[in-house]
């Protein structure tokens, strides 16, 4: 079964305090790995795609990174406006739809 | 700017009524979704359309159903709402070929009482 899970559930920084989450995901055949960012009531942003083992992608204080199991969203000096739940997703080899993971809760404090 | 508009943004319905939840996204992409968002659940897929008059169940389509008359737009309806059903809805689209991210509408939450 196609599986994607998440850690840590909730995550606490100070601000400039840097980390990282995880994603790690078992799957039939990865098309793409995405990264999204939720604020409370609204709809996911889309932030980045990776597509195979080594890849990076970065935007502002966040950095993607693939390997073939799993992918991590390192937040570097982050700040209060970086709060929000980050979601990923895998594309699955099959079809245009993805499957998501539970999410990380990310609270940056001032 | 692209955008994925969903009509309401909050809704009460009673058990039992027939509602609609409706999305319209600019954008002229194939694919469309329908997801529900429960705390500890995820995100959900009830039902997709790769094009018009297309429609695929996804991993819960039970108690849904879903039209797409024009490519434009893609209605979720729920039959008979029952208060398990209570959640936040979001409807997203992405283009046919490519491996986009989706573009995600900005979420119905739906309280059935």
């Known amino acids: 079964e196609d599986q994607v899970t998440q850690s840590p559930e909730a995550l606490r920084l100070q601000e400039g305090e840097s980390s990282s989450l995880n994603c790690s995901y078992t799957?039939?055949?990865?098309?793409?790995l995405f990264w999204y960012r939720q604020d409370p009531g609204k709809g996911p942003e889309f932030l980045f795609t990776?597509?195979?083992a080594g890849e990076e992608k970065e935007k502002e204080r966040l950095k993607a990174t693939l390997t073939k199991k799993e992918s991590f969203l390192h937040i570097t000096a982050p700040k209060p406006e970086d709060s929000a739940t980050y979601l990923c997703?895998?594309?699955?080899?099959?079809?245009?739809?993805?499957?998501f993971g539970p999410g990380t809760r990310l609270s940056v404090l001032p | 700017d692209v955008k994925v508009t969903q009509s309401s943004r909050y809704l009460v319905k009673r058990t039992g009524e027939k509602v609609f939840l409706e999305c319209v996204q600019d954008m002229d992409h194939e694919n469309m979704f329908w997801y529900r968002q429960d705390p500890g659940l995820g995100l959900r897929l009830i039902y997709f359309?790769?094009?018009?008059?297309?429609?695929e169940k996804g991993d819960i389509p039970e108690g849904y159903s879903v039209s797409r008359e024009k490519k434009e737009r893609f209605s979720l309806i729920l039959e008979s709402a029952s208060t398990n059903q209570t959640s936040m809805y979001l409807c997203a689209s992405i283009p046919g070929q490519a491996n986009y991210g989706y573009t995600f509408g900005s979420g119905t939450r739906l309280t059935v009482v």
């Open positions: 359309s790769y094009d018009v008059k297309m429609k």
């Open positions: 799957v039939s055949g990865l098309r793409g």
């Open positions: 990776l597509y195979s």
């Open positions: 997703a895998v594309q699955i080899n099959y079809g245009q739809n993805f499957v």
